[in-house]
């Protein structure tokens, strides 16, 4: 991945809406190059997909709840069935497997404590579970889509030989 790779990469990350012609503009290409370096970004799986973020608050999904869970068992049959069943709750936004002293961390998204409590319900009904914790967002303080890229890589300026006599 060039430097050229990585400002599209910025500007697609800013704006998943710009214009193919504008993106070139801005990094320096034609069209047509600036259009097959984004496919070729896709293809290559450093682009998944292009999406709308949405504002939870507007859509009625101001609780964020931030659930540590620790396992009862920790066989590859007990993880394939856990992690099915917690993929298929839309109030699911991400599932990690963790290091440390919880299994697993998710984050939740929902209307409501009452909301909640029927996610609660339902998540502890799945598989035995050995602990949950809930951790309630009072504020959201920072929160982006963007991955922090990688400086493009520094040019090398030619070495000048020392000028004699000046």
């Avoid at 540590?68 to 993880?79: C, M, T, V, Y």
């Avoid at 394939?80 to 984050?107: C, H, K, N, Q, W």
């Avoid at 009452?114 to 035995?128: E, M, Q």
């Amino acid at each position: 991945m060039d430097p050229i790779d990585l400002k599209i990469l910025a500007l697609l990350q800013t704006d998943a809406t710009l214009s193919v012609s504008v993106i070139g503009e801005q990094v320096g290409l034609s069209q047509t190059p600036c259009w097959k370096r984004i496919q070729r970004l896709q293809a290559d799986g450093v682009i998944n997909r292009r999406v709308a973020v949405l504002d939870p608050d507007k859509l009625g999904l101001g609780l964020t709840v931030f659930v540590s869970i620790e396992a009862a068992d920790h066989s590859k049959d007990w993880l394939d069935r856990f992690a099915s069943e917690i993929t298929t709750m839309p109030e699911v936004l991400e599932f990690y497997r963790m290091a440390g002293d919880v299994d697993y961390m998710l984050r939740v998204v929902v209307s409501d404590m009452a909301a909640y409590d029927i996610f609660y319900k339902r998540l502890t009904a799945t598989l035995p579970l050995k602990n949950v914790t809930s951790r309630f967002a009072m504020q959201k303080v920072k929160s982006t889509t963007a991955l922090p890229l990688p400086a493009p890589p520094a040019r090398k300026r030619a070495l000048q030989p020392p000028v004699i006599g000046e």
